[in-house]
Structure formats: structure tokens, C-alpha cells
């Protein structure tokens, strides 16, 4: 298996964020069952710990990331739980 880049994992992980924050805002109806929002958040959380330990030396970038998916990772939560999960 070849390794991935962090930025490759940065990028896939806005993506992800971004996916799961458009699937939030327009669903009408919540189900109790959230398979999508909960790989979300686990993808999220894995992108985290990555970006926790590369080094800091990015020019701010990794840092800005970070707080990025924190963010995301919130908002995933917050659909989850108005879904009444």
C-alpha cells in the first residue's frame, strides 16, 4: 500500500468535512441511524490525529487544517445529535 501525503489526507478531509456539513444543512428529515455521519466523524477524527503529528513546520497551513477539521468535526456532532442520535 502506498503512504499518503498529508496533504492528500488534508485535502480528502476538507472534502469529507465539507460532504458531511452539505448532507447537515439540507436534511429535511433526520434518521435515528446516521451510518454516513458517524464514517464522517471517524474520518475526521483519524485526519486529526494525523495532522497532530506531522510536523509543524507548514507555514501555518497545517495549523489553519487543524482548526478546520475541528470545526468540521463539531458540525458532524451537531448533525448527529439533531438527528436525535
Given at each position: 500500500?502506498?503512504?499518503?501525503?498529508?496533504?492528500?489526507?488534508?485535502?480528502?478531509?476538507?472534502?469529507?468535512?465539507?460532504?458531511?456539513?452539505?448532507?447537515?444543512?439540507?436534511?429535511?428529515?433526520?434518521?435515528?441511524?446516521?451510518?454516513?455521519?458517524?464514517?464522517?466523524?471517524?474520518?475526521?477524527?483519524?485526519?486529526?490525529?494525523?495532522?497532530?503529528?506531522?510536523?509543524?513546520?507548514?507555514?501555518?497551513?497545517?495549523?489553519?487544517?487543524?482548526?478546520?477539521?475541528s470545526?468540521?468535526?463539531?458540525?458532524?456532532?451537531?448533525?448527529?445529535?439533531?438527528?436525535?442520535?
Amino acid at each position: 500500500m502506498e503512504p499518503v501525503s498529508r496533504r492528500s489526507l488534508a485535502k480528502v478531509s476538507l472534502g469529507v468535512a465539507a460532504a458531511a456539513l452539505v448532507l447537515a444543512e439540507t436534511a429535511t428529515e433526520a434518521a435515528a441511524f446516521q451510518p454516513n455521519m458517524d464514517e464522517a466523524l471517524r474520518a475526521l477524527e483519524a485526519a486529526m490525529a494525523s495532522l497532530s503529528r506531522a510536523t509543524p513546520n507548514k507555514g501555518g497551513h497545517r495549523e489553519r487544517a487543524m482548526a478546520l477539521v475541528s470545526d468540521a468535526i463539531r458540525e458532524v456532532r451537531a448533525g448527529i445529535a439533531y438527528g436525535g442520535y
